[in-house]
């Protein structure tokens, strides 16, 4: 699976927007996808994750409420929506993709995703 994320770029707090993965290859519908960012001289941390079908998400306690993690099976594409942007969400966001151990697991930490994507960077600005 060959994932590339898309849709990141200089905004400013307050703003919103969404982020698009990609997916080629295979068909990700047996796959759980996940939302990963690594801020500078952080490490890379989980964001949102949704299990093959959609019906569950979970996400990072810290962006609960202003990110939303869906998908679109017959595109192959997982999107990352993003309100109300903040500095501290500055960061190289990241998709990544595994065939979990149930269709409706949804996949929380780095070991977990075999396939990621390149990475698109998110600036926010005060």
């Known amino acids: 699976v060959q994932l590339q994320a898309s849709g990141g770029g200089l905004v400013q707090a307050g703003d919103s927007l969404t982020l698009s993965c990609a997916a080629s290859g295979r068909t990700v519908s047996n796959y759980a996808m996940g939302w990963f960012r690594q801020a500078p001289g952080k490490e890379r941390e989980f964001v949102a994750g949704i299990s093959t079908g959609g019906g569950s998400t979970v996400y990072a306690n810290s962006v609960k409420g202003r990110f939303t993690i869906s998908r679109d099976n017959a595109k192959n594409t997982v999107y990352l929506r993003i309100n109300n942007l903040k500095p501290e969400d500055t960061a190289v966001y990241y998709c990544?993709?595994?065939?979990?151990?149930?269709?409706?697991?949804?996949?929380?930490?780095?070991?977990?995703?075999?396939?990621w994507g390149q990475g698109t960077l998110v600036t926010v600005s005060s």
């Open positions: 990544a993709a595994d065939r979990p151990f149930s269709l409706e697991n949804v996949l929380l930490s780095r070991a977990q995703y075999k396939y």
